[in-house]
């Protein structure tokens, strides 16, 4: 079993920047990917970036390429997504996400996790 607990949102003006952490728990966390998956109100939960077991592969949406960055320590059994250049249209709730399933090639599909945490709101004001 993984729990994941996201922490690092909050209320930012556009431009500006977050760091979003993701806590596991769990003795496996440095085998298996992680990802970040945002909604906003009225849409579908959307991919945002994903990485392997080791860092050594990063896999970003579009929207967020060049602005945002995910990285783990797992050492401290912990993921993160540093956001700059913040945009109003960034605004969701961010959810962390563990596919214990696969280590190297992480997918963009919200099936493809099967550990969720319960989401850290960022909403960006213009």
């Known amino acids: 079993q993984v729990q994941l607990v996201e922490s690092g949102g909050g209320l930012v003006q556009a431009g500006g920047s977050l760091r979003l952490s993701c806590a596991a728990s769990?003795?496996?966390?440095?085998?298996?990917?992680m990802g970040w998956f945002r909604q906003a109100p009225g849409k579908e939960r959307e991919f945002v970036a994903a990485i392997s077991w080791n860092g050594g592969r990063t896999y970003y949406a579009d929207s967020v390429k060049g602005r945002f960055t995910i990285s783990r320590d797992n050492a401290k059994n912990t993921a993160f997504l540093q956001m700059n250049s913040l945009k109003p249209e960034d605004t969701a709730n961010y959810y962390c996400?563990?596919?214990?399933?696969?280590?190297?090639?992480?997918?963009?599909?919200?099936?493809?996790?099967?550990?969720w945490g319960q989401g850290t709101q960022v909403t960006v004001s213009s």
């Open positions: 769990g003795r496996t966390f440095s085998s298996y990917c």
């Open positions: 996400a563990a596919d214990s399933r696969s280590a190297v090639l992480c997918g963009s599909i919200r099936g493809d996790y099967n550990y």
